[in-house]
Structure formats: structure tokens, C-alpha cells
């Protein structure tokens, strides 16, 4: 048989096979053929297929057993039917020996996957034959067609045909378990989407609650470290006074200061001051300024070029978050706070540092306040220019205890003339700037009269004389240091002596470093470093120790 005749009987087959059919018959076959074959169920395939067996010599013109095997095993009767009309032409005589039986054929995981199937899809169950031999007695045997019955007998081998029976069923690509592995696999994706989803959502609170935690953390830790700071300083305080106020009388200052607040002429800018009349210096060298006439006290960090308003900066008023021409300012360790003469409004008040508020609260009012010292056992020292006196007060005291003056405005040694800054030593002794009198008078304690340790021959620029005094520091061997306004100098006072000496200034009025314009106040830092309060060039200076 030739191909040519191979289609045409393949053509006849197709008015009897459905494209089922097609496809159980190239899955019948399985890896028999070229995959390219056998997944192209198509009557263009079929041929292929047949073709194909034809060239491997698995079938010939003489034995079609082959094929009606095939086409009995998924079913196909009709097909089988015509093959066995083509097999009667045939003489029994030229009947040549049948190829390798469909057993042969078949690979054998073909069977082992057919006997595995699950379901039968198509209801389909084949039976493959045994060998048959076409040289044997060919008239023992007859294939009878069941449908029918005017086909005559075509013999086959005498051997008992004995069916080897095989359940054949035809796995779809998408049967239940495929679909259903599929399906557990997207549900799979699903919650595992749904669990990333999760899991980020929470993992980014948490970390959102950690970084809340953190910074509560590092809140408390600052003020925990403050809160040491604090208490060290305190135990230190006392030894620090003692090292820092002892100044020999032979020490000397650099003549040219360095600015470390203001210098950038008048104004309320924050790199800028407004006529400061005072200030006091802490241990890491900030400096606390009373802003006079910008209403404000001022902090100023070593090296900052720039001030932060620590205290009012609301503009001149008598609300609580006002100053009205702050002049003297204190700290107090121990509350952490600022103790604040606001001069017009006549009060002292005190502003607590690093707190939420924004204002402060009144300890002493209805005084006409001006310069202000406390002593280690925290009495405030209150200097008072419209009754000319210094009162000593406790911590709730409104009405205190005079210690200074009190005997109306003179010149006398128990009077005083617009008093105005104070300082207090160790031994509770009082200083006091006298301003309109020009001179320094020392009050002890229980005193009813003061001594003059400085100044005290009329307004003058004489060593012997003072003009307008302003603030004054005394050390520990009762030297007394005093800013001398109007005469452009810092001077220094040993004890019992009769004259002072310039320590710096005396270069005339000017902006220079080595120059004032009426220095106002004056202090130490701890290393002995001297600071001045430069007020109508708006600065404050530092002279470094030579």
C-alpha cells in the first residue's frame, strides 16, 4: 500500500470518525510517534499519523489488524468496520506476516498511564489482542463484524484469543486534580499576599511605635541627664565658687576683648542686643543677658552667632509673658530657674527653664526693683531705688529684712543715693554700686551702717574715683572688680586699699576692642575669664587671662 492509497482510505474513515475520535486515537499511541504528530488531532494530522506508521512499517497493505485493534480499543466501530471491508479484498494468499502487535507496539508507560487514570472521561475501555500470525492456518479462526452480518468471514491464527484487558482513559490536560492543585496553589498566593500585606501593615506600626518609643526614650534620658547635670553641678558649685572668685591682684587680662553676644549694632534682631545692662556667665560659658531695652533676657551659647530669647521677648507689658525694661538677671540652680528684676513693672519674677511655659510668675511685687544677688542659703537680696535700700528676703517673705540704707536718699555712711546693683559674699557681707554718691559701700551683716571700700571722692577719673558705677564682683580675698561707666574702664579694688587700678579700657570712648562705651556690667566665667557688658555698643566682651 502506497501513501496515495493510505488517504484515500483514511478519507472514507473521516465521514466515521469525530474529532474525539481523532484525539483518543493519537493518544493511543502516545509516545509512539513524533509529539508534533500526535498533538495535531486534525484530519491533516491523522494522515500524518498514518503516514508515519506506514514509513515505520508498522502497518501494511496486507494487514490492517493493526489499525482495527486501534480503532476497536477507543471504540471507534465504524472505522474498524471499514478497515475489515478493505482486509476482504485482500487474498488470504498474499496475506503477508502482521507486523508487531499492538502489545508490541504500545509502549509500556503507556499502559502503566492508563491503568493509573482516575477517570474515564470518554467511557472508554479497550482490549489489546495477542499477537496474530498471517502464515498460520488463516481458516481456523474468523473476525465476525457484530454490525454486519453479510461480511464473510476474514481468517485469523487458530491460537484462542484470549483479550488482555486494559482500562483505558483519557486524561484531559485540565482534569479535577490538575484544576484543583491549581486552584490550592492561587489560594496559596492569595494568603500569602494577604499575610505580606499583613505583616507589612503591622511591621510598619511597629516600627512607627518604635520610633515614638525611641525618641520618648531619648526624651527622657536628656532630662534624666539634666537632672545629673544639675545635681553635679550643685555639689560642685560650692568648690567652683571658691576656685573661680579667688583672683590674685597681680593677674592680668588681655587688653583687646573678643565679642560674644551682639556686636552688630542696636536692634532686636537675635544676632543683636539693645542697650544690656547685665548678665551672668554658667559653667560651660553661655551667657544670660538682660536684653534692657528690647524687653527680653537672651541666652548665648560659646560660639553661637546668634541669641535664643529665653525670657519674654513679647514686647514691653505687664502680662506674665512680658518684661518691661528687665535689668538684673540671676540663676537659680536649685529650680533650675531665672530670677528676673522687671524694672518698670516693679516685680521679680521668676521663669523656669527647659519648661513647657511661657511665662513666668511674680515672687515680690510692688518693689521698685533694680539690681539683685542671692547667698548660698537662697535669700534673695533686693536693691530698691525709690526708697534707697537693699532688703534681704526668704522664700515667701513679701515684705523682707533691711540690710542696706533705708535712711532715705544721702550720702551718708547709713544712707544710700539710687542704689543699684548688689552682690553677696560667703559671709552674707553686702555690696552695694551707689551710684548718685559714686562709690562702693560694704555692709555687714546686722550692720546699721556701711563702709566705703571704693570710690567715695566725688564723681571723678582719678584712681581714687568712680563715676556711675555699675555691676560688681568680689572675690574670695574681698577684691572688689566694678564696671566704671562713664569713665570707659574695669576696675580693680583690692581690700583696704585707698585707689584702684584699670584692669582694662581707659582707651577712650570708642568700639574698639580694647574700647567701651559706658561697660555696665562685669563678671567671670570659671576658668577666671572676664566678661563686660558693653552697653551703648550693644555687646557683650570677653578679656582671655594672659
Known amino acids: 500500500m502506497n501513501a ?21 486515537l493519537h493518544f493511543f499511541f502516545g509516545n509512539d510517534v513524533p509529539r508534533r504528530i500526535r ?73 502503566e498511564l492508563f491503568d493509573d487514570q482516575e477517570d474515564d472521561k470518554y467511557g472508554m475501555e479497550f482490549l489489546f489482542l495477542p499477537e496474530t500470525n498471517a502464515n498460520e492456518d488463516n481458516n481456523n479462526t474468523a473476525i465476525i463484524d457484530k454490525d454486519d452480518k453479510n461480511i464473510n468471514s476474514i481468517t485469523t491464527p487458530t491460537d484462542d484469543q484470549t483479550r488482555l484487558p486494559l482500562q483505558s482513559k483519557w486524561k484531559p490536560v485540565f482534569n479535577a486534580t490538575l484544576i484543583r492543585w491549581i486552584c490550592l496553589f492561587l489560594i496559596s498566593m492569595i494568603l500569602i499576599i494577604i499575610f505580606g500585606v499583613v505583616s507589612g501593615t ?58 560674644v553676644a551682639g556686636g552688630n549694632g542696636k536692634g532686636n534682631a537675635t544676632n543683636q542686643l539693645l542697650w544690656p545692662s547685665s548678665f551672668c556667665v554658667e559653667d560651660d560659658q553661655t551667657v544670660i543677658i538682660t536684653d534692657t531695652y528690647n524687653h527680653r533676657i537672651v541666652q548665648w551659647k560659646k560660639g553661637d552667632t546668634d541669641g535664643k530669647v529665653v525670657a519674654g ?72 531705688t525709690e526708697k534707697h535700700e537693699v532688703r534681704r528676703y526668704q522664700s515667701g517673705d513679701r515684705n523682707g529684712t533691711l540690710v542696706a540704707g533705708g535712711n ?5 555712711l547709713n544712707q544710700l543715693d539710687d542704689p543699684r546693683y548688689v552682690f553677696v559674699d560667703q559671709k552674707q557681707n553686702v555690696y552695694v554700686s551707689d551710684k548718685n554718691n559714686h562709690r562702693v559701700m560694704k555692709w555687714t ?12 571722692k566725688g564723681r571723678g577719673s582719678s584712681s581714687t574715683q568712680l563715676h556711675h558705677p555699675g555691676t560688681l564682683f568680689v572675690d574670695t580675698l574681698s577684691t572688689v572688680y566694678v564696671a566704671d561707666s562713664n569713665n570707659q574702664r574695669v576696675m580693680r579694688w583690692p581690700q583696704g586699699a585707698i585707689q584702684g587700678s584699670v584692669i582694662v579700657g581707659e582707651n577712650g570712648e570708642g568700639a ?35
Open 445 to 456: 551683716k546686722y550692720a546699721t551702717e556701711g563702709i566705703i571700700i571704693a570710690g567715695g
Open 4 to 24: 496515495h492509497r493510505l488517504r484515500a482510505i483514511l478519507l472514507k474513515l473521516q465521514d466515521r470518525l469525530t474529532d474525539d475520535d481523532r484525539k483518543r
Open 202 to 259: 503591622y511591621l510598619h506600626r511597629e516600627l512607627l511605635n518604635n520610633d515614638r518609643l525611641k525618641e520618648k526614650i531619648l526624651a527622657e534620658r536628656e532630662k534624666c541627664n539634666e537632672t545629673i547635670q544639675r545635681l553635679i553641678n550643685q555639689l560642685k558649685s560650692s568648690e567652683k565658687v571658691k576656685n573661680i572668685s579667688k583672683i590674685p591682684v597681680n593677674t592680668r587680662w588681655s587688653s583687646g576683648g573678643v565679642t
Open 39 to 111: 498533538d495535531d488531532p486534525s484530519l491533516g494530522g491523522t494522515l500524518s499519523l498514518m503516514e508515519f506508521l506506514f514509513d515505520q512499517d508498522k502497518i501494511n497493505e496486507e494487514d490492517f489488524t493493526f489499525l482495527i485493534n486501534a480503532f476497536e480499543a477507543i471504540q471507534c466501530v465504524d472505522a474498524a468496520k471499514l478497515l475489515r471491508e478493505h482486509m476482504r479484498q485482500i487474498k488470504p494468499s498474499e496475506i503477508k506476516p502482521s507486523m508487531k502487535s499492538l502489545v508490541e507496539i504500545l509502549p509500556i508507560t503507556m499502559k
Open 512 to 546: 574698639e576692642a580694647n574700647q567701651f562705651s559706658s561697660p555696665i556690667g562685669v563678671s567671670f566665667d570659671q576658668y577666671g575669664n572676664l566678661y563686660v557688658a558693653d552697653e551703648w555698643n550693644h555687646r557683650v566682651q570677653r578679656f582671655p587671662l594672659e
Open 313 to 384: 521677648g513679647n514686647g514691653s507689658g505687664e502680662r506674665l509673658n512680658q518684661l518691661y525694661y528687665p535689668t538684673n538677671v540671676l540663676i537659680d540652680k536649685t529650680t533650675d530657674s531665672l530670677i528676673i528684676c522687671d524694672w518698670i513693672n516693679q516685680r521679680v519674677v521668676r521663669w523656669h527653664r527647659h519648661s513647657s511655659t511661657t511665662q513666668g510668675e511674680v515672687i515680690i511685687g510692688q518693689i521698685d526693683c533694680y539690681g539683685l544677688a542671692m547667698n548660698d542659703q537662697k535669700y534673695l537680696y533686693v536693691s530698691n
Open 408 to 412: 532715705g536718699k544721702g550720702a551718708g
